[in-house]
């Protein structure tokens, strides 16, 4: 049995689109399956977690959607039983797909999730944030603070993306709006703990990113040296006194070039902490975490198996 947790919304409709094509594949596959189709932001999270709280028997959950969908499943799941994912991408970053090598076609991933050849066992990260009441919240691709979160934000709620998508001209949503959340950026002073051994202080940081996969934003690259089985988190940080000089950052990070830019700086660790002297945006692949000033970061390896 297959368990389809599908966002119809994806890319403005997208979604709905691919799995009217799937479900035509399915009938004539004869494949046993079951539909879940989101209505909100958070129905795949309780769709996932209504699948497998207290169950025992082995799962195969397939997300039609983007990034934000898988987020919302990993983040629902309980591992009390063996459960396989596959994904089935129809957002408009899709960077999970980008950095698994998944065919663009919906159809070819279908297939692959039909008659898997392959498995991956992936890492995951873990987010935790908050003063009184602590937070938690799983990623797959990426989690961060600052300006990247900051677009994020935007991009949830802009209606320039909705129309860029439909122009197939997506990724242009995170350039233009990348643009303005950089004009408008603060800079913060803060420093990273890193494997609760490491201090890196800084001055003038503009966000700073924890990555599984190399890519954020719809295809920026900037974790080049992230793997997603390594049992590690590939930190980014951004950090100039300069703002200007982050442009070349920016646009080196779009066209998946290593930026060797004086004051973009790499870590590599298993947990992370971060402090900043004023609350930030947050965000877990994508997804809204409201403002902090701390967050504690960690990798946890090889806990999803997923179908490639």
Known sequence: MYYFIINPNARCGRGKNVWKKLERILERENAQYQAYITEKPGDAKVFARKLTEGCREPHVIVAVGGDG????????????????????????????????????????????????????????GVLTYGGDEISCRRFMVSAGI????????????????????????????????????????????????????QKVEFNHAYFISAHIHPYEGGGFKFAPDASYDDGKLSICVMNNRKKRKLIPVLLNSMFGRQSHNKGTRFYT????????????????????????????????????RMIV
């Open 69 to 124: 969908t898988v987020n919302e499943i990993l983040d629902g799941l309980s591992f009390c039983s063996p459960v396989t994912l596959g994904y089935i991408p129809a957002g408009s970053g899709n960077d999970l797909a980008r950095s698994l090598k998944l065919p663009r076609k919906p159809g070819r991933c279908l297939k692959k999730i039909l008659s898997p050849k392959y498995h991956k066992q992936l890492d995951y």
């Open 146 to 197: 600052g300006m990247d979160a900051a677009v994020c934000h935007n991009i949830l709620y802009s209606r320039t993306k909705g129309i860029l998508n439909k122009l197939h001209i997506g990724k242009l949503t995170y350039l233009l709006i990348g643009v303005k959340q950089l004009l408008l950026a603060k800079p913060a002073k803060g420093y990273l703990l890193l494997d609760g051994v």
């Open 269 to 304: 660790c298993g947990e992370a902490m971060v402090h900043v002297d004023k609350p930030m945006a947050v965000h877990v692949d994508g997804e809204s975490c409201f403002c902090q000033n701390d967050i504690q970061l960690r990798c946890i390896k090889k806990a999803v």
